[in-house]
């Protein structure tokens, strides 16, 4: 097999910086704007040196005009292995295994078609793996985990933090607040009343005021 050349390594390198900014195999336009107009892309694509770099750098290559989408079995496998929640290798260890390069994997989630289906069956893992979440909510609450009760009963609709009779005082309060406003021009006297509010919704009890109304009204 005949290595590259200088400038041929110098293309391959150039094709991957095209690659990885524009999530494309760079247009023959774009190879003779920047090589001159004597080169052949065909010429190059044959050389099966060169077609190593693409694909050890997870490139695809045109296939005429068009970049194929189809996946490689090559790929398929290094998706499906990644995607395995239930495997707690890391993502470098699990490439690895199936003989694919963190390189090559960088380059191949520039490609579309490749892209999009890691993206669709990561997905599918995540609402499979609904069961996983819940049978450890549930260990959670066997273990008498108070956050975790509290949770479980608030999504079963047992209970909620604030009950909606809470919510209908805090509106009535509200209203009251905006009347008060309207009548009551003393500052302080507001912000007393106010804090009195807060207290109130808190569970806590009101004091003796400290504020005397006089002539407020």
Do not use: C
């Amino acid at each position: 097999m005949t290595p590259l050349s200088p400038l041929e390594l110098e293309i391959v390198n150039w094709v991957e910086y095209y690659w990885h900014r524009n999530s494309e195999f760079p247009p023959l336009k774009n190879f003779i704007d920047k090589f001159g107009k004597d080169f052949s892309l065909q010429k190059l694509v044959d050389k099966q040196a060169f077609r190593n770099a693409m694909k050890n750098r997870g490139i695809a290559l045109p296939l005429g005009a068009e970049t194929p989408e189809e996946l490689t079995s090559e790929q398929l496998a290094a998706i499906l292995t990644v995607t395995d929640y239930l495997d707690k290798r890391t993502q470098a260890s699990k490439l690895k295994s199936v003989g694919v390069s963190t390189t090559k994997w960088n380059g191949w989630l520039k490609n579309p078609a490749f892209k999009e289906y890691l993206h669709s069956v990561s997905s599918a893992g995540f609402t499979d793996a609904l069961h996983t979440a819940q049978e450890g909510l549930l260990k959670r609450v066997e273990a008498g985990d108070v956050n975790a009760i509290k949770f479980y009963m608030e999504a079963t609709g047992r209970y909620s933090g604030e009950s909606g009779q809470l919510e209908n005082i805090k509106v009535v309060l509200a209203k009251l607040g905006e009347i008060l406003q309207i009548h009551i021009k003393d500052p302080e006297l507001l912000r007393a009343i106010a804090t009195d509010f807060q207290t109130v919704l808190a569970g806590g009890s009101v004091q003796s005021p400290t504020v005397q109304i006089q002539n407020v009204i």
